[in-house]
């Protein structure tokens, strides 16, 4: 418990950090900012009580899953473009 918390924290850290690098070089989107973070608080919160439930074999289709769903989204999407 002790290690994620500190993992935690470590992030936190890295994320203001570089949040207020891009800042002063004015390369923030706070539209996009705004939204990520909305939805990070409940998937840190929910993707941290899944993970003691569910096995590893299952956490990882879940996880494979996800990132095949959000490439096929990013492809048709860019595809226009």
């Known amino acids: 418990v002790l290690f994620r918390s500190i993992s935690n924290f470590i992030a936190v850290i890295l994320v203001f950090l570089t949040s207020i690098i891009y800042g002063i070089g004015g390369q923030i989107d706070y539209q996009t900012s705004i939204t990520m973070a909305a939805g990070s608080v ?40």
């Open 42 to 81: 409940p998937g840190v919160f929910w993707g941290s009580k899944l993970c003691v439930k569910i096995s590893e074999k299952k956490l990882k289709l879940i996880i494979t899953f996800i990132i095949l769903i959000a490439t096929t989204m990013m492809i048709f999407n860019n595809s226009g473009h």
